[in-house]
Protein backbone atom coordinates (compact mmCIF):
# COMPACT_ATOMS: atom_id res chain seq x y z
CA UNK A 1 0.00 0.00 0.00
CA UNK A 2 1.85 3.21 -1.09
CA UNK A 3 1.11 5.73 1.48
CA UNK A 4 1.33 9.79 1.63
CA UNK A 5 1.40 11.50 5.08
CA UNK A 6 0.62 15.06 6.45
CA UNK A 7 0.17 16.38 9.57
CA UNK A 8 -3.83 17.74 9.05
CA UNK A 9 -3.09 20.66 11.25
CA UNK A 10 -4.68 23.35 11.68
CA UNK A 11 -1.18 24.80 11.49
CA UNK A 12 -1.58 28.75 12.45
CA UNK A 13 0.75 31.07 11.46
CA UNK A 14 0.68 34.84 11.31
CA UNK A 15 0.68 37.38 8.68
CA UNK A 16 4.28 37.77 7.23
CA UNK A 17 5.53 34.73 8.71
CA UNK A 18 6.77 31.49 7.07
CA UNK A 19 4.67 28.37 6.68
CA UNK A 20 6.25 25.21 6.78
CA UNK A 21 4.30 22.34 5.59
CA UNK A 22 5.49 18.61 5.48
CA UNK A 23 4.80 15.46 3.80
CA UNK A 24 6.14 11.44 3.57
CA UNK A 25 5.69 8.96 1.20
CA UNK A 26 6.38 5.01 1.33
CA UNK A 27 7.14 3.95 -1.97
CA UNK A 28 10.79 4.84 -3.17
CA UNK A 29 10.22 4.14 -6.74
CA UNK A 30 7.81 7.76 -6.70
CA UNK A 31 9.10 9.66 -9.61
CA UNK A 32 7.28 12.90 -9.08
CA UNK A 33 5.59 15.24 -6.30
CA UNK A 34 3.27 17.66 -6.11
CA UNK A 35 1.83 20.20 -3.90
CA UNK A 36 -1.69 21.64 -4.43
CA UNK A 37 -4.16 24.07 -2.97
CA UNK A 38 -7.86 23.60 -2.21
CA UNK A 39 -9.57 26.56 -0.46
CA UNK A 40 -12.94 25.63 1.06
CA UNK A 41 -15.37 24.40 -1.62
CA UNK A 42 -13.16 24.22 -4.39
CA UNK A 43 -11.25 22.07 -6.12
CA UNK A 44 -7.92 21.26 -5.99
CA UNK A 45 -5.30 23.28 -7.67
CA UNK A 46 -1.63 22.75 -8.68
CA UNK A 47 0.89 25.15 -6.47
CA UNK A 48 4.23 23.47 -7.26
CA UNK A 49 6.09 20.02 -8.42
CA UNK A 50 9.70 19.13 -8.03
CA UNK A 51 11.05 16.19 -9.33
CA UNK A 52 14.94 16.47 -8.45
CA UNK A 53 16.34 16.03 -4.94
CA UNK A 54 16.87 20.09 -3.59
CA UNK A 55 15.16 23.15 -3.70
CA UNK A 56 12.68 24.64 -6.01
CA UNK A 57 11.29 28.02 -6.21
CA UNK A 58 8.92 29.83 -7.53
CA UNK A 59 7.76 33.34 -6.41
CA UNK A 60 7.08 33.14 -2.42
CA UNK A 61 6.74 29.00 -2.81
CA UNK A 62 9.72 26.60 -2.27
CA UNK A 63 9.51 23.01 -2.63
CA UNK A 64 11.87 20.84 -1.47
CA UNK A 65 12.46 17.22 -2.14
CA UNK A 66 14.77 14.49 -0.47
CA UNK A 67 14.45 11.25 -1.78
CA UNK A 68 16.81 9.19 0.46
CA UNK A 69 14.15 9.95 3.44
CA UNK A 70 11.05 10.45 1.43
CA UNK A 71 10.21 13.67 2.47
CA UNK A 72 8.88 16.44 0.36
CA UNK A 73 8.21 20.19 2.37
CA UNK A 74 6.52 23.31 1.17
CA UNK A 75 7.62 26.76 2.20
CA UNK A 76 5.44 29.47 1.82
CA UNK A 77 7.21 32.72 2.72
CA UNK A 78 5.66 36.14 3.41
CA UNK A 79 2.45 34.13 4.41
CA UNK A 80 -0.66 36.04 3.36
CA UNK A 81 -4.34 36.12 4.68
CA UNK A 82 -5.19 34.90 1.14
CA UNK A 83 -3.09 31.78 1.92
CA UNK A 84 -5.37 30.43 4.21
CA UNK A 85 -5.91 26.68 2.53
CA UNK A 86 -5.51 23.51 2.79
CA UNK A 87 -2.89 21.93 1.23
CA UNK A 88 -2.63 18.09 -0.37
CA UNK A 89 0.73 16.72 -1.25
CA UNK A 90 0.49 14.27 -4.38
CA UNK A 91 2.86 11.31 -5.36
CA UNK A 92 3.18 10.50 -8.58
CA UNK A 93 4.24 6.47 -9.28
CA UNK A 94 5.97 5.32 -12.25
CA UNK A 95 1.90 3.66 -13.51
CA UNK A 96 0.87 7.73 -13.84
CA UNK A 97 -1.32 6.81 -10.43
CA UNK A 98 -1.31 9.57 -8.05
CA UNK A 99 -1.06 9.38 -4.19
CA UNK A 100 -2.95 11.98 -1.94
CA UNK A 101 -2.24 12.51 1.57
CA UNK A 102 -5.17 13.91 4.04
CA UNK A 103 -3.58 17.31 3.51
CA UNK A 104 -3.03 20.24 6.31
CA UNK A 105 -5.40 22.76 6.91
CA UNK A 106 -3.00 25.93 7.14
CA UNK A 107 -4.44 29.44 8.84
CA UNK A 108 -2.68 32.79 7.87
CA UNK A 109 -4.01 35.31 10.92
CA UNK A 110 -3.62 38.85 9.67
CA UNK B 1 -8.14 25.15 -24.29
CA UNK B 2 -10.96 24.63 -21.76
CA UNK B 3 -10.15 22.69 -18.57
CA UNK B 4 -11.86 19.81 -17.09
CA UNK B 5 -15.51 19.94 -17.22
CA UNK B 6 -18.07 18.11 -14.81
CA UNK B 7 -22.00 17.86 -14.84
CA UNK B 8 -24.38 18.36 -13.02
CA UNK B 9 -22.40 21.01 -10.49
CA UNK B 10 -24.90 19.79 -8.16
CA UNK B 11 -27.27 16.56 -7.81
CA UNK B 12 -30.22 16.26 -5.32
CA UNK B 13 -31.42 12.90 -5.38
CA UNK B 14 -33.71 10.28 -2.76
CA UNK B 15 -31.98 7.32 -1.33
CA UNK B 16 -32.62 4.35 -3.78
CA UNK B 17 -32.53 6.27 -6.90
CA UNK B 18 -29.25 5.88 -9.60
CA UNK B 19 -27.36 9.11 -10.75
CA UNK B 20 -24.45 9.70 -13.41
CA UNK B 21 -21.88 12.06 -13.08
CA UNK B 22 -20.46 13.12 -16.17
CA UNK B 23 -16.77 14.44 -16.75
CA UNK B 24 -15.43 15.73 -19.96
CA UNK B 25 -11.25 16.07 -19.58
CA UNK B 26 -8.78 18.00 -20.99
CA UNK B 27 -8.78 17.34 -25.20
CA UNK B 28 -5.50 14.77 -25.61
CA UNK B 29 -5.24 13.74 -22.23
CA UNK B 30 -5.21 9.99 -21.66
CA UNK B 31 -5.64 9.36 -18.46
CA UNK B 32 -8.67 10.35 -16.24
CA UNK B 33 -9.26 9.65 -12.69
CA UNK B 34 -12.58 10.15 -10.35
CA UNK B 35 -12.61 10.78 -6.88
CA UNK B 36 -14.46 11.30 -4.01
CA UNK B 37 -14.11 13.88 -1.20
CA UNK B 38 -16.54 13.46 1.97
CA UNK B 39 -17.08 17.27 3.86
CA UNK B 40 -13.72 18.25 5.62
CA UNK B 41 -11.91 15.16 4.80
CA UNK B 42 -9.18 14.08 1.87
CA UNK B 43 -9.00 12.88 -1.97
CA UNK B 44 -10.33 9.44 -1.90
CA UNK B 45 -9.62 6.99 -5.04
CA UNK B 46 -11.42 5.67 -7.06
CA UNK B 47 -10.77 4.67 -10.48
CA UNK B 48 -8.11 5.39 -13.04
CA UNK B 49 -8.75 5.07 -16.48
CA UNK B 50 -5.32 5.33 -18.85
CA UNK B 51 -5.25 4.84 -22.95
CA UNK B 52 -7.13 1.81 -23.38
CA UNK B 53 -5.72 -0.19 -21.37
CA UNK B 54 -8.07 -2.01 -18.50
CA UNK B 55 -9.16 0.93 -15.74
CA UNK B 56 -8.00 0.89 -12.29
CA UNK B 57 -11.32 0.05 -10.41
CA UNK B 58 -9.71 -0.96 -7.26
CA UNK B 59 -10.55 2.57 -5.14
CA UNK B 60 -13.99 2.00 -5.83
CA UNK B 61 -16.27 1.37 -2.81
CA UNK B 62 -18.95 -1.15 -3.60
CA UNK B 63 -20.74 -2.76 -6.90
CA UNK B 64 -23.31 -0.14 -6.76
CA UNK B 65 -20.47 2.62 -8.46
CA UNK B 66 -19.53 1.94 -12.02
CA UNK B 67 -17.40 3.93 -14.35
CA UNK B 68 -16.56 4.04 -18.51
CA UNK B 69 -14.94 6.32 -20.42
CA UNK B 70 -16.51 5.74 -24.19
CA UNK B 71 -14.07 6.80 -27.24
CA UNK B 72 -11.13 7.65 -24.40
CA UNK B 73 -12.62 11.03 -24.07
CA UNK B 74 -15.80 11.38 -21.81
CA UNK B 75 -16.32 9.44 -18.62
CA UNK B 76 -19.29 8.64 -16.60
CA UNK B 77 -19.57 7.63 -12.91
CA UNK B 78 -22.47 5.91 -12.16
CA UNK B 79 -23.93 5.30 -8.27
CA UNK B 80 -26.64 2.87 -8.38
CA UNK B 81 -29.25 2.76 -5.76
CA UNK B 82 -27.90 5.59 -3.74
CA UNK B 83 -27.12 5.45 0.07
CA UNK B 84 -27.13 8.37 2.29
CA UNK B 85 -23.53 8.06 2.80
CA UNK B 86 -22.77 8.42 -0.93
CA UNK B 87 -23.03 12.35 -0.61
CA UNK B 88 -19.82 13.71 -1.15
CA UNK B 89 -18.08 15.81 -3.79
CA UNK B 90 -17.34 13.72 -6.95
CA UNK B 91 -14.12 15.39 -8.85
CA UNK B 92 -12.56 14.49 -11.59
CA UNK B 93 -9.18 14.89 -12.96
CA UNK B 94 -7.45 14.09 -16.30
CA UNK B 95 -3.62 13.94 -17.36
CA UNK B 96 -1.53 14.06 -20.14
CA UNK B 97 -0.16 10.80 -19.12
CA UNK B 98 3.30 11.83 -19.95
CA UNK B 99 5.90 11.40 -17.01
CA UNK B 100 5.87 13.67 -14.42
CA UNK B 101 2.88 15.56 -15.56
CA UNK B 102 0.46 16.75 -13.26
CA UNK B 103 -3.62 16.21 -13.27
CA UNK B 104 -5.88 18.95 -13.49
CA UNK B 105 -8.82 19.16 -11.69
CA UNK B 106 -12.61 19.43 -12.81
CA UNK B 107 -14.66 21.56 -10.51
CA UNK B 108 -16.49 18.79 -9.19
CA UNK B 109 -20.64 17.15 -8.82
CA UNK B 110 -22.02 17.61 -5.43
CA UNK B 111 -24.36 14.93 -4.54
CA UNK B 112 -26.65 14.94 -2.19
CA UNK B 113 -28.46 11.65 -1.22
CA UNK B 114 -31.68 12.56 0.77
Known amino acids: QKEVEQNSGPLSVPEGAIASLNCTYS??????FFWYRQYSGKSPELIMF????GDKEDGRFTAQLNKASQYVSLLIRDSQPSDSATYLC??????????FGTGTSLTVIP | GAGVSQSPSNKVTEKGKDVELRCDPI?????LYWYRQSLGQGLEFLIY????????KSGLPSDRFSAERTGGSVSTLTIQRTQQEDSAVYLC????????????FGPGTRLLVL
Open chain 2, 93 to 104: ASSSGLAGETQY
Open chain 1, 27 to 32: DRGSQS
Open chain 1, 50 to 53: IYSN
Open chain 1, 90 to 99: AVKDTGNQFY
Open chain 2, 27 to 31: SGHTA
Open chain 2, 49 to 56: FQGNSAPD
